[in-house]
C-alpha cells in the first residue's frame, strides 16, 4: 500500500452513474486500455432487492478483473471493484471497506461515499468520472476529490440518457474535463501517464468535516462523530429519521445531514419530501374513503332499522366528507406539484 501511496501519478478511478449506468459503464470499459495500473471503483445505484449481474455485465467488456467489493480486500492494479447492492464502497490507505452506513442522496451505495473517501485516502490521486444518472448523488463527492487537486471528469450532458448527474457536477464543481464516453476513457487514459500537479508530500491535509463524514459512512455515530460541528442548523428535518438537519455549505454546494447520518443534496431533499407529502396524502384520502364507506353502511343499517331520518343525515355526512376528499384526490395525482425541479 505504501507504494501505491507513493505513486507520483494518478491511479485510482472512481466512476458514479445511476439512471442508464448500464451502458455508459459498458461502454466505458469496453474503450479503456487495459494495463495501464490504475484501480477502477464502481458505483452505481442498483436494487437491494434483486441480485445484480453488474459485474458479469462489465467483464463482458474488458480484460481486466471485475468484481464486487469485498469488505477490506487489497486494492490492485488493473481491476474493477463494484460496490455490492445496499453497501457503501469506501477507499482506506489500507484496503477497501464495505459498510452499510446510512443513505446519502436517498442512495446506497451512493458515488459521494466512494468519492469523498478516495480523496481523503489518496488525494491528487485520484481520477473521480460522474456519468448518465438522476438527481444529483456525484457531485459532493467531486468537490471533495476537486478540493484535494484531484482530476474531475463528468460525461457530456448530452450523451448521457439522463443529464440530471452530469448537469449538476459541471454547475457546482469546477470540472476539468466534460465529454463522450469515448472522449472520457481517453482522457483517463492520458492521465494515467502523466506526472502529480505537486508532490505528494506538499499536500494539504483533509478538511474536518470529510473526515467526520467519513467515519459516519463507516458506522461510526453522527453526533460522536461531531456531525452538527461541521454545519448550521437548518429549518428542515430528515425526511428519513425526522431529525434536525444541519446544512453544509462547501464552494457551490449546499447540502443537508441530520445527527443520524443520512445526507441529502437540494435535490434529493425535495424528493424525498414529495414521497413523504405523496404517502401521507394518499393515507388521507383512503382513510377519508374508509369513513365514507362506513357512513353509508351505517346508513343502510338505519334505514334498514327503520329509520330513514338517520338514514339521510348520515348520507348527507359521507357525501360531504366525498366533496371534501376531491381536492385532495386531485392533488395527490398532479404530477406538476410533485416535479422535483
Known amino acids: 500500500?505504501?507504494?501505491?501511496?507513493?505513486?507520483?501519478?494518478?491511479?485510482?478511478?472512481?466512476?458514479g452513474a445511476s439512471a442508464g449506468g448500464i451502458d455508459a459503464l459498458r461502454t466505458l470499459f469496453a474503450r479503456l486500455p487495459a494495463g495501464l495500473s490504475i484501480s477502477y471503483f464502481v458505483?452505481?445505484?442498483?436494487?437491494?432487492?434483486?441480485?445484480?449481474?453488474?459485474?458479469?455485465?462489465?467483464?463482458?467488456?474488458?480484460?481486466?478483473?471485475?468484481?464486487?467489493?469485498?469488505?477490506?480486500?487489497?486494492?490492485?492494479?488493473?481491476?474493477?471493484s463494484i460496490a455490492p447492492p445496499d453497501r457503501h464502497l469506501m477507499?482506506?490507505?489500507?484496503?477497501?471497506?464495505?459498510?452499510?452506513?446510512p443513505r446519502e442522496c436517498r442512495s446506497r451505495p451512493a458515488a459521494d461515499v466512494l468519492f469523498r473517501s478516495a480523496a481523503l485516502a489518496f488525494g491528487q490521486r485520484v481520477i473521480g468520472v460522474v456519468l448518465t444518472g438522476s438527481l444529483d448523488d456525484g457531485t459532493a463527492g467531486l468537490w471533495q476529490i476537486k478540493d484535494r487537486n484531484g482530476l474531475a471528469l463528468v460525461q457530456d450532458p448530452e450523451e448521457a440518457q439522463?443529464?440530471?448527474?452530469?448537469?449538476?457536477?459541471?454547475?457546482?464543481?469546477?470540472?476539468d474535463f466534460v465529454g463522450t464516453i469515448d472522449a472520457l476513457a481517453a482522457r483517463i487514459a492520458q492521465a494515467a501517464g502523466e506526472a502529480l500537479p505537486q508532490p505528494p508530500e506538499a499536500e494539504e491535509p483533509p478538511r474536518q468535516g470529510a473526515e467526520i463524514e467519513n467515519a459516519i459512512a463507516r458506522g461510526e455515530k453522527g453526533m460522536e462523530a461531531g456531525i452538527m460541528a461541521i454545519g448550521t442548523a437548518s429549518a428542515y428535518t430528515c425526511p428519513e429519521c425526522g431529525g434536525g438537519l444541519a446544512q453544509i455549505e462547501e464552494g457551490r454546494v449546499v447540502r443537508f445531514r441530520c445527527h443520524t447520518g443520512h445526507a441529502y443534496s437540494f435535490q434529493s431533499l425535495l424528493s424525498d419530501v414529495n414521497t413523504s407529502v405523496d404517502q401521507r396524502l394518499w393515507s388521507t384520502v383512503r382513510a377519508i374513503e374508509e369513513r365514507i364507506l362506513i357512513l353509508g353502511q351505517l346508513a343502510d343499517l338505519a334505514e334498514k332499522n327503520g329509520n330513514p331520518d338517520?338514514?339521510?343525515?348520515?348520507?348527507?355526512?359521507?357525501?360531504?366528507?366525498?366533496?371534501?376528499?376531491?381536492?385532495?384526490r386531485e392533488l395527490v395525482l398532479d404530477t406538476d406539484f410533485f416535479a422535483s425541479d
Not at 480484460?63 to 474493477?80: E, G
Not at 477507499?91 to 452506513?101: A, D, F, K, P, Q
Not at 348520515?314 to 366533496?323: E, I, M, P, Y
Open 162 to 175: 439522463h443529464r440530471s448527474m452530469p448537469d449538476s457536477a459541471i454547475e457546482h464543481v469546477d470540472v
Open 91 to 101: 477507499l482506506e490507505r489500507e484496503c477497501i471497506r464495505i459498510t452499510r452506513g
Open 43 to 80: 458505483v452505481l445505484h442498483l436494487s437491494p432487492q434483486y441480485p445484480s449481474q453488474l459485474n458479469r455485465i462489465l467483464q463482458a467488456t474488458t480484460p481486466m478483473p471485475v468484481a464486487f467489493a469485498t469488505d477490506r480486500q487489497l486494492i490492485l492494479p488493473d481491476t474493477v
Open 310 to 328: 338517520e338514514a339521510a343525515r348520515l348520507r348527507a355526512k359521507a357525501s360531504l366528507a366525498d366533496r371534501k376528499c376531491q381536492p385532495l
Open 1 to 15: 500500500m505504501d507504494a501505491l501511496l507513493n505513486q507520483e501519478r494518478r491511479h485510482i478511478v472512481v466512476i
